[in-house]
């Protein structure tokens, strides 16, 4: 039992709070039914405790880290058969929240689940956060512990104006995320999912080190 769930049953209202929290809950599911039947595919947008979250364009530097990690993160799951990977636009339902990290990754275990028509995702292996001014603070908190909560092994914050990589893994006592490391150009990033898939942050940035980096892969 959490901490949190403790001191609340230690309370003599515990009924009544619980019972507000539950109508709450309820009132959100029916905005996030109606939040799916409003988003379409030109709308990037997420659903976070109960309110629906716009993202504004994203600058090149964001988007040119995210396609670069996607091809070569796609490209080793494809030759070494180790799964799937989901470039943005993958909406991943979790207990109570909706988001669209930019990028994913399913196991072979969790990709066995995965069929053409699927429009909602499960929990992934890994996710990839680009950090921007607009999503910073709920990739550093809300998503941290959400991601988390609901078995996503991995989880990595890039900066794009920093060019760092901060990894973070699940602790098997406390089931929350602890820090992995954080890299910088120079140095290179390892994943605890797929220990073999090792590249240069430099890689992620610069597209002269993605080339170099994707090649090493191919062969």
């Given amino acids: 039992m959490t901490e949190l769930a403790a001191q609340l049953l230690e309370s003599s209202q515990a009924p009544r709070i619980i019972q507000q929290v539950q109508a709450i809950l309820n009132e959100e599911q029916n905005r996030r039914r109606s939040f799916y039947e409003w988003m379409g595919n030109s709308k990037k947008a997420e659903f976070i405790n109960g309110e629906i979250i716009m993202h504004a364009p994203a600058l090149h530097r964001h988007n040119a880290a995210v396609i670069s990690l996607g091809t070569l993160l796609n490209t080793y799951v494809n030759t070494s058969n180790e799964g799937v990977v989901v470039i943005e636009k993958a909406l991943v339902e979790l207990t109570r929240n909706s988001y669209e990290p930019d990028l994913c990754y399913f196991g072979l275990e969790r990709a066995g689940g995965l069929t053409p ?102 062969a």
């Fill in 117 to 218: 028509e699927l429009l909602y995702y499960p929990a992934p292996d890994l996710i990839v956060e680009v950090l921007s001014e607009s999503t910073k603070k709920n990739d550093r908190n809300i998503k941290f512990e959400d991601y988390a909560a609901h078995g996503v092994e991995e989880y990595w914050i890039i900066d794009p104006t920093r060019q760092t990589v901060e990894t973070f893994g699940i602790d098997a006592d406390t089931k929350e995320y602890a820090a992995l490391g954080t890299f910088k150009v120079g140095q290179s990033v390892s994943s605890l999912v797929l220990p073999e898939f090792t590249i240069p942050v430099k890689a992620i940035f610069d597209s002269q080190a993605k080339g170099v980096a994707l090649r090493a892969l191919l």
